[in-house]
């Protein structure tokens, strides 16, 4: 896959910027939609003519939260197929259960430290596609530690 498009979703404008920056570093070519919230994901996914890659939800957003944004996504034929990654800070076992029940790929806690979250965003970047489901859950001790609840590969097609 040439061409990488990504969409991402999260209020939180330093924590955007840390995704933008680690992306931009891993590979300057990947085209990175953002959005404030759900709401908004929703709406730049009916304006891209290309829809992305795969879409990275955080769960805590004005408007509409990730959860409710995912219920969207999957309940909608012109995006159900597309991957899902929740990002949070939060690491209660309730809300990777969650993701894991509403057909995510995989919900990853945001870590603080920049190369960290390059580290994580690499191995994605490398895998996208048939092999990423295999690569977070197979991923080194430093990614693995962020990656929890990585679904079936035959939920994701």
């Given at each position: ?22 992306i ?13 919230d ?21 769960v805590?957003?004005?408007?509409m ?13 012109r ?24 057909g ?5 806690i ?12 690499q ?5 996208i ?11 080194p ?17």
């Amino acid at each position: 896959m040439d061409k990488k498009i990504f969409l991402l979703a999260d209020d939180d404008r330093d924590d955007t910027e840390m995704f933008m920056e680690a992306i931009a570093g891993i590979n300057n070519s990947i085209i990175c939609h953002c959005t404030a919230d759900g709401r908004e994901a929703l709406q730049k996914l009916d304006e891209l003519t290309e829809k992305p890659h795969l879409i990275f939800l955080d769960v805590n957003m004005p408007v509409m939260n990730g959860w409710q944004c995912l219920k969207v996504l999957k309940a909608d034929e012109r995006y159900k197929h597309i991957p899902v990654i929740i990002i949070s800070t939060s690491s209660h076992q309730r809300d990777i259960n969650t993701a894991a029940e509403l057909g995510t790929l995989c919900y990853f806690i945001k870590p603080n430290d920049f190369n960290e979250l390059t580290q994580i965003l690499q191995v994605i970047v490398a895998s996208i596609g048939v092999g990423l489901v295999d690569a977070l859950r197979h991923a080194p001790g430093n990614v693995a530690k962020y990656i929890h609840a990585c679904s079936d590969s035959s939920k994701q097609k």
